[in-house]
C-alpha cells in the first residue's frame, strides 16, 4: 500500500492508503529515532506497517477542497456516507458528524491524536480546527481490541499539528455561485402560484481565519504551541434554488410526475371536528377571506420550503494550546487544552396551531360566524357545549416570524500524560483526559399550545371580546385569536401565542489510560528467523461519562422530558506482535499480530435508581506477508463491540416529526379496511383519516434501558503493490466484510408502516399508535413507536482501491494521478432476528435512506510545476445511480411507487484548484467546487428519510451550486 512517503515527499499525493504513516507528530522534533503511530494499533517502533486498510487524507487535500468544515472533506470519500452537517435544518441540534460504511455514525469512533474527542453520544466535528490538521486516518473496520467501545464501523483520527516553531496565519472566503435553470421544476411552482427562485443567486459565504503558534525551549527538550480561530456562515435559503423553492410531493399514486405539495396547516385555516355534524371532515376557512368554511382540498396547502435553511449560520470561535517537555528520556510530559463555542441558527416555516392535538372551541364562540358554529356543533350551536377540533392555522403574513432553533455548543478538552523509556526495551505511557460539552438550544418563534387554548377560550365582556383567562386571573396578558378567517390573525395576536422554548445538556467523558510497551527482543524472544523480536503492549483503562439533560416547561408541553445517566467502564488490553520471517524466499517478511481487551460495565441513572452491568471481550487477529519486496499481503479478524450510550439508554421518550405517509389516511385510503385495522383504524374512521400533513407523521423515540451491547466482525484481505519497476506507483486492493449483531436501533417508522400494510405482523402493526379520537398518525396522540432497541443485524461488504502515480514531466515538473474507490457488494440490514433481510446496495428513499451507490471514487489529477511551488489540480467525484427501494420486490422494501423517481441518475462533479507560492512563506490557493454547477436531483419529499432536505439529499449532492473559494497561508 502507498507508504508514508507519498504524503511526506509527495505534496501533491492527497489521499493514500496507508502503509507506514508519518511519525508522531508529539515526537517528530526530538531528535531521537521516530517510533511510527499507526491508527488502529498500540504498537510503535520504527518501520511499523498497517496490517489493517487505513485512508490517509492529507492537509493539503484540505486546502485543494478549500474546506472549512472536516465533515465536508471525509464525506467525500467513497467510504463514507453524509451524516448530520450545515445542510442539515430542520431537526439539527448543530452538530456535524460522521458515517463510516453506511452503518451508522455512532459506530464511527472519532479520536483526537490518538485520544477520545468528546463523549460519544455528543461528538462534533465543528470541534477539530481544520486549519490545524496535518492529516487524518480513516481506518474502517472494527478496532474496539485497540480503543474500545464504539469503533464497530472504524476510527477517525484527527492528527494535529501540535509541535510548531513560529507563526502560521490562515485566512479562507468561500461563497455559492448557482444559476438556476432547471424549467421542469421552475414549471411545477409556477403552475402552483408560487413565486419561481431567482435566475442567478451568490450566497452562501463563508469566511474561517485561524491563526497558530509555537515555540520551542530548552533547547529543543520542550515545546508549546497555542492557536485560535473564528469561523462565519451566511445562511441559504430554500427559495434561492429551484429543487427547494416548494415542497414537491407525487402528482397521483403511481408517481409519475412531481407537483408542489405543501402543509395542510395553511395561513386559511384548516378544522377537522372531533365530533357533531362534520365529525372526521377536513374543513377549511374560504379564500376569500368570509367566515365560512368549505370542504379543504389541495389547493389550499401552504408552501413551507421556502423559508427553510439550506445552509444554516453559523459563528465559532476555536482555541486551544498543546505543551511538551522532555525531562528526561524516561519522563517526557505532554499535555493539551481545546476549547470550541459554536452558535448556529436553523430555521423552518412559520410556526402555526398545528393539527394533532385537538382544541377546545365552544358552540357560541364569538368569533365564529353562525356557518361555522353550524358546521361544528349542529342544533348545539349557540350553547355553551364544547367540540374538540383539530386545527391547522399556519401564522403566515401580518409580520409573523419564521421558527428558529437558537443551537449553541460550548466544549472544553484537557489531556495530560507521561511518557518514558524505562530501558531495556520497556516504555510506558500513562495519560488521562476530561471533556465537557454544554449544549444549549433556544426555539423561538413557535406557538404555545397552552397559550393558543386559552385565546381561544374568549367570551363578550361587555361588549369587549376578551379571554377567559384574563377575567379570572390565570393570563391577564392573554389577546383573542382569529383563525376563522383566512389571514386574520394579527402580529399581535401572533405575539402573544409565542413561548421560546429552552433545553440544556450537560456531557462529560473522563478518561485515565496507561500502558506499558516492551521489546521482547531485547530479552531475546523473537522467531530465529526474523531480525525483530516481537512487541508487547499491556494497559487498563478507566471511562466514564455522564450525561444531564434539562428541558423547560414549554419544551415539556412539545414531549422533551427530563433525563440523566452514567456509563462507568474499566477495562485491561494486551497487543502483541510477532515478526517471524524476514528477508527468505517468498518471504521478505512475514508478521502475525493479536489482541484482546476486557471490559466491565457499569450504567446508572441517578433519577430513578436504576442500574445494570455487563462484560465483554473484544479480540483481533492479523496478519502481514510480503513475499516479495514489491508485494505485500494482509489480511485481519476483528471482534468488536459497541455498548449502547446514554442517549440510548437513558433519553426520555418523546414524540416527534419523520417523513412518512399514512396509507390508511383519506378519503381513498391506499391500503385496504382489514389492513387498517390492524393498525387501530375503526370502521367509522376508515376514510376518514387526515392524511400526515406534508407527509409528515410522528415517531415516538427514546431509550431503553434493557438495550445490550452490538457485536461486529470485521474480515479484511488486500494487496499493497508498489513495484520498484515503475517508480512513484502504488496500488492496494481489500476486500471488506463487517456484520453487526444485535444492532441497537429503532424499527424506521416507514418499515414498520410498509410491512403491517404488506404482512399483517402483529408485531409491525403493534407499535401503531393511532390518535384515539381521529385515527391520524400525527400529533402526540398518533404515533408510531420508534424507541431504540436490540434489533437484528447490519452487513456490508465491498472491495476498497486507492492507486496513485507521480509521473515526471521533465522541465514541466510532474504529474500526480490519485484514486480512492469503493465498491458495495452488499448492505444489507435485517430489522428483526430470523424475519428476513433486505439489500440497499444500489438503493435510496424509505427504509434504505440515503443513496448507496454501488461505486464511487474519487480521482484526483495534479500538476505539480517548477515555477513558484505553483500546482494545479483537478478532481473527479464520482456517485453511482441508484434506484428506489419501494420498486423492489422483497417485501421489507415494496411500497409507494414513483415514476418520476425511480432512480437517481449517476453524478459526476469536477473541482478546480490551484495554489501558488506568492512569496517566500506567503502561499495562495483558490478553487472551484462543483465547477459546472450540476443541479441536485429532484425528489420528492415523503421518499426523503434520515438527512433529506429540500426536496434533496444535501449530503450526498451539492446543492449550493458552484463555490468558489480562495485562501492565504502566511507562514513566519
Not at 342 to 364: E, H, I, M, Y
Not at 413 to 437: K, P, T
Not at 448 to 465: E, H, M, P, S, Y
Request: charged residues 15%; neutral net charge; contains cysteine.
Amino acid at each position: 500500500m502507498a507508504v508514508a512517503g507519498l504524503l511526506s515527499s509527495t505534496a501533491y499525493a492527497q489521499v493514500t492508503a496507508a502503509g507506514e504513516p508519518a511519525a508522531d507528530p508529539t515526537t517528530a522534533a526530538s531528535g531521537e529515532p521516530q517510533s511510527i503511530v499507526v491508527t488502529g494499533t498500540r504498537i510503535r517502533r520504527p518501520n511499523l506497517q498497517s496490517n489493517s486498510p487505513v485512508t490517509i487524507v492529507g492537509s493539503q487535500e484540505i486546502q485543494y477542497q478549500g474546506a472549512t468544515t472536516v465533515e465536508g472533506v471525509l464525506a467525500r470519500l467513497p467510504q463514507v456516507t453524509a451524516d448530520a452537517n450545515e445542510n442539515v435544518s430542520n431537526g439539527s441540534d448543530g452538530t456535524a458528524n460522521i458515517n463510516l460504511r453506511n452503518l451508522g455514525a455512532n459506530r464511527t469512533l472519532i479520536l483526537i491524536n490518538g485520544q477520545r474527542m468528546l463523549p460519544q453520544q455528543a461528538v462534533d466535528l465543528n470541534f477539530v480546527p481544520a486549519a490545524l490538521i496535518d492529516r487524518v486516518d480513516v481506518l474502517t473496520g472494527g478496532a474496539s481490541a485497540v480503543y474500545g467501545s464504539d469503533a464497530l464501523a472504524g476510527v477517525v483520527n484527527f492528527v494535529l499539528r501540535n509541535n510548531l516553531e513560529g507563526v502560521r496565519v490562515d485566512v479562507q472566503n468561500s461563497v455559492a455561485q448557482h444559476e438556476n435553470g432547471a424549467g421542469r421544476l421552475q414549471d411545477i411552482v409556477t403552475a402552483q402560484g408560487y413565486q419561481t427562485a431567482p435566475r442567478s443567486v451568490v450566497d452562501g459565504a463563508k469566511q474561517d481565519v485561524n491563526v497558530s503558534a509555537g515555540k520551542n525551549f530548552a533547547g529543543g527538550r520542550g515545546n508549546i504551541s497555542i492557536f485560535g480561530g473564528y469561523r462565519h456562515f451566511d445562511p441559504i435559503i430554500q427559495s434561492n434554488r429551484d429543487v427547494s423553492a416548494c415542497a414537491l410531493q407525487a402528482a397521483d399514486a403511481a408517481g409519475t410526475a412531481l407537483n408542489c405539495g405543501g402543509s395542510s396547516n395553511t395561513p386559511y385555516g384548516s378544522f377537522t371536528p372531533l365530533a357533531g355534524p362534520n365529525q372526521g371532515k377536513a374543513l377549511t376557512n374560504a379564500a376569500d377571506g368570509s367566515k365560512t368554511w368549505v370542504p379543504y382540498t389541495s389547493a389550499y396547502t401552504y408552501n413551507y420550503a421556502p423559508l427553510n435553511y439550506f445552509q444554516r449560520s453559523d459563528n465559532r470561535y476555536t482555541a486551544g494550546a498543546f505543551a511538551h517537555f522532555d525531562v528526561s528520556s524516561a519522563l517526557k510530559l505532554y499535555g493539551s487544552f481545546m476549547y470550541m463555542n459554536d452558535r448556529t441558527f436553523s430555521q423552518v416555516a412559520p410556526s402555526a396551531l398545528f393539527l394533532g392535538s385537538p382544541f377546545t372551541l365552544a358552540c357560541n364562540q364569538p368569533l365564529m360566524s353562525a356557518q361555522q358554529l353550524s358546521a361544528l356543533c349542529g342544533t348545539a350551536a349557540g350553547t355553551s357545549e364544547t367540540r374538540d377540533t383539530l386545527i391547522g392555522y399556519r401564522l403566515g403574513g401580518n409580520g409573523t416570524l419564521p421558527r428558529r432553533d437558537d443551537l449553541r455548543h460550548e466544549d472544553w478538552r484537557y489531556s495530560a500524560g507521561a511518557r518514558g523509556d524505562l530501558g531495556h526495551g520497556f516504555s510506558y505511557d500513562i495519560n488521562a483526559m476530561r471533556a465537557l460539552v454544554r449544549y444549549d438550544e433556544t426555539y423561538l418563534n413557535n406557538v404555545d399550545a397552552v397559550k393558543a387554548q386559552r385565546a381561544l377560550d374568549i367570551v363578550n365582556n361587555n361588549g369587549t371580546l376578551t379571554c377567559r383567562s384574563v377575567l379570572d386571573g390565570s393570563d391577564p396578558a392573554c389577546v383573542p385569536i382569529n383563525v376563522f378567517q383566512a389571514n386574520g390573525l394579527t402580529a399581535d395576536q401572533a405575539t402573544y401565542l409565542y413561548s421560546p422554548s429552552h433545553t440544556r445538556s450537560r456531557n462529560t467523558l473522563t478518561t485515565v489510560t496507561g500502558a506499558i510497551t516492551s521489546d521482547l527482543g531485547t530479552f531475546g524472544l523473537k522467531s530465529p528467523w526474523a531480525e525483530q523480536g516481537a512487541s508487547l503492549v499491556l494497559g487498563g483503562e478507566h471511562r466514564r461519562e455522564t450525561l444531564n439533560f434539562f428541558a423547560d416547561e414549554i419544551a415539556q408541553q412539545g414531549g422533551a422530558t427530563n433525563s440523566d445517566g452514567s456509563i462507568t467502564v474499566n477495562e485491561a488490553f494486551g497487543e502483541l506482535e510477532v515478526p517471524l520471517l524476514a528477508n527468505k524466499p517468498f518471504a521478505e517478511t512475514l508478521t502475525v499480530n493479536g489482541g484482546f481487551r476486557y471490559s466491565a460495565y457499569k450504567n446508572k441513572q441517578g433519577s430513578t435508581g436504576f442500574g445494570s452491568s455487563y462484560n465483554v471481550w473484544t479480540y483481533k487477529a492479523e496478519l502481514s506477508w510480503a513475499p516479495i519486496h514489491d508485494l505485500r499481503l494482509r489480511g485481519s479478524y476483528n471482534r468488536a463491540i459497541r455498548a449502547p450510550n446514554i442517549g440510548e439508554l437513558f433519553a426520555s421518550q418523546s414524540v416527534g416529526n419523520v417523513s412518512a405517509q399514512d396509507p390508511c389516511a383519506g378519503a381513498t385510503p391506499q391500503a385496504s379496511q382489514a389492513a387498517c385495522a390492524l393498525t387501530g383504524v375503526s370502521a367509522t374512521q376508515y376514510g376518514s383519516i387526515i392524511p400526515c400533513p406534508a407527509d409528515t407523521c410522528s415517531a415516538q423515540a427514546g431509550g431503553n434501558r434493557a438495550l445490550k451491547p452490538e457485536q461486529g466482525d470485521t474480515y479484511t484481505v488486500g494487496m499493497v503493490l508498489t513495484p520498484r519497476m515503475m517508480r512513484g506507483f502504488s496500488l492496494s486492493v481489500d476486500y471488506f466484510r463487517i456484520k453487526v449483531s444485535d444492532y441497537i436501533n429503532s424499527i424506521d417508522p416507514s418499515l414498520t408502516i410498509n410491512q403491517c400494510q404488506q404482512t399483517g405482523d402483529p408485531f409491525y402493526c403493534g407499535l401503531f399508535h393511532r390518535d384515539p379520537r381521529s385515527g391520524a398518525l400525527f400529533g402526540n396522540s398518533g404515533y408510531v413507536v420508534s424507541t431504540t432497541l436490540n434489533t437484528g443485524f447490519l452487513r456490508t461488504a465491498g472491495i476498497d482501491v486507492t492507486a496513485d502515480y507521480t509521473a515526471p514531466l521533465g522541465q514541466l515538473g510532474k504529474l500526480n494521478l490519485n484514486l480512492v474507490g469503493t465498491w458495495v457488494q452488499e448492505r444489507v440490514a435485517s430489522p428483526l432476528p430470523g424475519l428476513g433481510s433486505y439489500d440497499c446496495k444500489g438503493r435510496f428513499g424509505y427504509s434504505c435512506g440515503q443513496p448507496t451507490p454501488a461505486w464511487r471514487h474519487s480521482l484526483r489529477t495534479t500538476w505539480e510545476t517548477p515555477w513558484s511551488h505553483a500546482s494545479l489540480s483537478l478532481n473527479w467525484r464520482y456517485y453511482g445511480r441508484v434506484t428506489l427501494s419501494s420498486l423492489s420486490d422483497n417485501s421489507f422494501l415494496a411500497g409507494t411507487p414513483s415514476v418520476v423517481n425511480r432512480r437517481i441518475k449517476a453524478y459526476n462533479y469536477f473541482d478546480l484548484a490551484a495554489t501558488v507560492d506568492v512569496a517566500k512563506r506567503l502561499t495562495l490557493r483558490v478553487g472551484a467546487n462543483n465547477l459546472l454547477d450540476r443541479d441536485p436531483p429532484a425528489i420528492a419529499a415523503g421518499i426523503l428519510s434520515a438527512f433529506g432536505n429540500g426536496n434533496t439529499y444535501p449530503g450526498i449532492y451539492d446543492v449550493a451550486g458552484r463555490t468558489l473559494f480562495a485562501g492565504l497561508t502566511a507562514s513566519f
